[in-house]
């Protein structure tokens, strides 16, 4: 339960439960991320892609009818040496069943546009306004839109996507038979044993008539000091002067960081070689965690771990941190014949909704006691919340089935802060 609420309660005002209005009420811009990849056109040109990610918790939606809607804009604006050369503007409105679902930290909106440019440098300007609040967020850029019209071979941008998937549609997100959805911030999971990549080669040296021999591609990862600290070699068929690689590649090993991926290309035939080079970043996503608190993460274990698990994970140097987190989560995955862990996806959104929802003066929420009930048993079947008559507390009653428990939290402090108590301590008028 939101804290806010909790304050609501304390002083006792009543909240209709079919409000209407806004899930959310702003003081700032909406805040979302961009990114960009050039490929190979025709005439000499290069095409575009701008990328665009909104998280719904960004945005203010107000209640319909059915659910909740929120309607923002996009405006998207190239210039070349000073000159506006073009410029878009598109609208989108995202639908939400329910509130929670208009906050949610992981529910995000992507778009993608494309344009036909001249190969040179652009500034690249956009604005995203939320029709609902009538505030506007910006991002600038400059970037290198690439020439690929040349003879000589050539790599394009690395494209990092969040899935890529075979298929026969149609649609903004699909490039040569392939559904790409784009990881626009180039962040990877903490818990990511894989990343899909995208690019295209151009320039190879094909004789149609003749069996040529495999091309060879190497992914080099480069740390933020230019260390390659993972190498990868691959063989793929050249079958035309140009070809495109959809890849999944293993960062199981690689700790959390900055990177980058350098991607090689030599053709067997002539010889010549081609590079293309992204940054990526291994990390937290929206849950918003960071390397230095990788011991508040082990602590978090502690709720579901023995004591030895929990000590034998504070002992481990930095470097191997992340692979030791892999390895617990993996011996406890309920399903591992499938790719997603849902035991540890469960867990962190636990933590996720615990930080958020759970007040904890100087404490993040997960640390409270509503906070570690939360993280080990889940949402309770039902919570009753009352008032004290004698004492004036405010007290939460949280219900669980199959085993059956209860758990009776109270405010002792009058500031929303609920703390797990005794019967007695604030039950003089009776819970049930």
């Not at 979302?32 to 990849?37: K, T």
């Not at 392939?178 to 180039?186: D, G, L, T």
């Not at 904890?360 to 409270?368: C, D, I, M, P």
């Not at 009930?373 to 949280?398: C, H, T």
């Amino acid at each position: 339960m939101d804290w806010k609420k909790h304050i609501i309660f304390v002083l006792g005002i009543l909240v209709a439960g079919g409000a209407t209005g806004s899930a959310q009420e702003y003081l700032y811009n909406p805040y979302f991320l961009s990114d960009y990849a050039s490929f190979q056109a025709v005439d000499g040109k290069t095409y575009l892609e701008v990328y665009t990610q909104i998280n719904y918790d960004q945005l203010k939606f107000v209640k319909q009818d059915s659910g909740y809607a929120a309607s923002y804009d996009v405006t998207i604006v190239l210039e070349k040496d000073g000159q506006r050369i073009k410029e878009r503007r598109y609208e989108d409105v995202i639908r939400a069943a329910t509130y929670d679902e208009t906050a949610a930290m992981d529910k995000l909106r992507l778009c993608v546009q494309g344009f036909l440019l001249e190969p040179g440098k652009y500034t690249v300007r956009l604005s995203l306004h939320d029709q609902n609040t009538d505030r506007t967020g910006k991002r600038r850029a400059t970037i290198t839109v690439p020439d690929f019209s040349t003879q000589t071979m050539k790599i394009s941008d690395i494209q990092f996507a969040r899935k890529i998937a075979a298929t026969a549609d149609d649609g903004a997100f699909v490039k040569n038979g392939r559904f790409i959805e784009p990881n626009v911030s180039r962040t990877f999971g903490y818990f990511s044993t894989q990343m899909y990549v995208y690019y295209e080669i151009y320039g190879l040296q094909h004789e149609p008539r003749q069996e040529a021999p495999a091309l060879t591609v190497t992914y080099d990862f480069l740390d933020r000091g230019g260390n390659v600290v993972k190498s990868l070699k691959h063989k793929a068929e050249m079958i035309g002067p140009s070809c495109v690689h959809s890849v999944q590649l293993p960062i199981a090993e690689l700790y959390s960081g900055d990177y980058r991926l350098r991607v090689t290309a030599t053709d067997p035939v002539s010889g010549e070689s081609a590079v293309s080079e992204r940054k990526f970043t291994i990390g937290w996503g929206y849950l918003s965690f960071r390397d230095d608190t990788y011991y508040e993460m082990v602590s978090q274990l502690a709720v579901i771990a023995s004591r030895q698990e929990v000590k034998s994970l504070e002992n481990l140097p930095r470097k191997v941190q992340r692979a030791a987190l892999l390895s617990f989560w993996k011996s406890r995955d309920p399903s591992p014949e499938t790719p997603e862990n849902e035991l540890m996806l469960e867990f962190y959104r636990r933590v996720a909704h615990a930080n958020k929802s759970f007040l904890g003066f100087g404490t993040r929420g997960w640390r409270s006691d509503q906070g570690k009930i939360y993280l080990r048993n889940g949402q309770p079947a039902s919570v009753l919340r009352k008032l004290d008559p004698v004492s004036g507390r405010a007290f939460e009653v949280w219900l669980y089935h199959n085993p059956d428990r209860k758990y009776i939290f109270a405010d002792m402090t009058g500031f929303g802060e609920f703390a797990l108590a005794e019967e007695g301590q604030v039950l003089t008028a009776g819970a049930e």
